[in-house]
């Protein structure tokens, strides 16, 4: 190859995707050609020159992209941390650059998660459209069983959708695949949601929104992984982002690994949060 451009390093991605007991530290090979070097956290050299737009890509999807079991969060988020107004509007928090970033991850991944209020407030369809790339498998949150059968996650055929539901809440909407979990306080635990997604050959997940679930996993400690995208945008007020229980002092605040990326006008903040990426927490 004599040259990565954004088209050849999204393929290269792709091929490590598709290598379901992950990528081996060692050399990557596209069409028979040594293309990358690279290292087990993510680090790479290449044998051609790379253009900018593709060395971002590397940087930013590598380290996901050679792991064949992760759980990873993103939220995009206003300078004063809200990604909604209080009527649930959020369309859209962060720019264009942002949303590519995020069908990206859908992508890379095997199963998307979102909370009930998101499918309650944005009815999304959770497929990647933005990029090439195949269609994860749509998961969708409801513990207390408050979602009807009526979002086109559930009708529109793009791409294979399960609810989870708290246990004893009756069967759920009709033609829709339900599958029943503990809900306790009416929310799930996150490591039985994990658990019962690997049971099913979904071990690269996107918990996708929203606030309250990705707070959720996050307290639990069950992220590997971190995308904030912060656009410089004031809601005022509005539906939190991460909101956790209160601490004391500064020296009980999570100070995770971080990388940054520029994403248009956004700010993206890559938060390591367990050794599957090679770092401490
Ligand atoms: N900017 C982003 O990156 C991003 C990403 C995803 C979503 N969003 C936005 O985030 C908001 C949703 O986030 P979230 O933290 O409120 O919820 P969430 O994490 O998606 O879901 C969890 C919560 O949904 C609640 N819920 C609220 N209204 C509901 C309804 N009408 N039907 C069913 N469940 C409902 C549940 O409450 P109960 O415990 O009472 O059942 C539960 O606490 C939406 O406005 C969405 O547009 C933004």
Known sequence: ???????????????????????????????????LRISADGAWESFAPVDEAAREQLDLYL??????????AQLGQ??????????????????????RHLHRLRALVDAVIVGPGTVAADDPRLTVREVPGEQPVRVVLDPAGRLDGGYQVFSD????????????????????????LPAPGRAFTPADVKALLAERGLRRVLVEGGGVTVSRFLEEGALDRLHVTV??????????????????????????????????NDVLFDFTLSSVFGAGR
């Open 231 to 264: 656009a410089p945008l004031v809601i005022g007020s509005g539906r939190p982002g991460l909101s956790l229980p209160p601490i004391r002092t500064m020296d009980e605040a999570m100070r995770p690994v971080c990388r940054n990326f520029r994403l248009g």
């Open 78 to 99: 206003s300078l004063d941390g809200h990604i909604a107004t209080n009527s649930g509007h959020s369309r859209y928090v962060t720019g264009p650059e942002d949303i």
């Open 157 to 180: 055929g793009a791409a294979p959708t399960l609810m989870l539901r708290g246990e004893g809440l009756g069967c759920g909407p009709a033609g829709v695949e339900v599958l029943t």
């Open 63 to 72: 380290p996901l992209a050679l792991q064949p079991r992760y759980t990873i």
């Open 1 to 35: 190859m004599e040259r990565i451009d954004a088209t050849a390093a999204w393929e290269l991605l792709r091929r490590c995707k598709q290598q379901r007991d992950g990528v081996a530290p060692g050399t990557l090979e596209l069409e028979g050609e040594p293309v």
